[in-house]
């Protein structure tokens, strides 16, 4: 499975959710190939196609190594810390929060701050914009203009709402139950 234990639970998705994450990381939101995508060409992909279930830790994998803030780390593919990537987003989002939060809280954080910039409130308690509007809420020009950000942003809004629904406990099936 995923190394990083905080992206472990791809492992409890449907194959229909690991199809969107794998899509997401693969394409750009116009539907074209991602530059930067190894993870379409990578021999899971190719061996195991649409089976996603069986190449669930390389989707993770993906996902930590598009994480990365250096050219360098990227060409090394070099995986990043699922945290440490959240937090990177944070911190371009101007979302406040903690270096000891955890991966939870801090997913939290983010979900809730582009909830809060999409409404215009602070604190408003809505919690269940469509997966569409939090991702152009989060399109700064800081993270359209980086290929990296542009492809992480989306996966763990994704993520986010993926783990958000597991802990309740009503595991949501496809993008359009989920993301709606």
Request: glycine share 6%.
């Amino acid at each position: 499975m995923v190394l990083d234990r905080d992206l472990q639970f791809i492992g409890e998705c449907t194959n229909e959710q690991l199809g969107i994450l794998f899509n997401i990381l693969c394409f750009e939101e116009d539907q074209t190939l991602r530059k930067r995508s190894r993870l379409l060409h990578s021999v899971e992909a190719q061996v195991f196609e649409e089976d996603y279930y069986k190449f669930s830790h390389r989707i993770g994998k993906e996902l930590q190594i598009l994480g990365n803030t250096t050219l360098a780390g990227l060409l090394r593919k070099e995986k990043v810390p699922y945290q440490q990537i959240l937090q990177n987003l944070l911190n371009k989002l101007s979302i406040q929060f903690s270096l000891h939060e955890s991966c939870l809280n801090l997913e939290q954080r983010l979900l809730n701050g582009l909830h809060e910039k999409a409404l215009g409130i602070k604190n408003s308690g809505m919690t269940s914009l469509p997966f569409e509007i939090l991702v152009k809420e989060g399109m700064i020009d800081e993270i359209k203009e980086n290929p990296s950000d542009r492809c992480v942003l989306p996966a763990v809004i994704y993520v986010s709402l993926l783990r958000a629904n597991l802990g309740k406990g009503s595991q949501q099936k496809g993008r359009e139950t989920l993301l709606k």
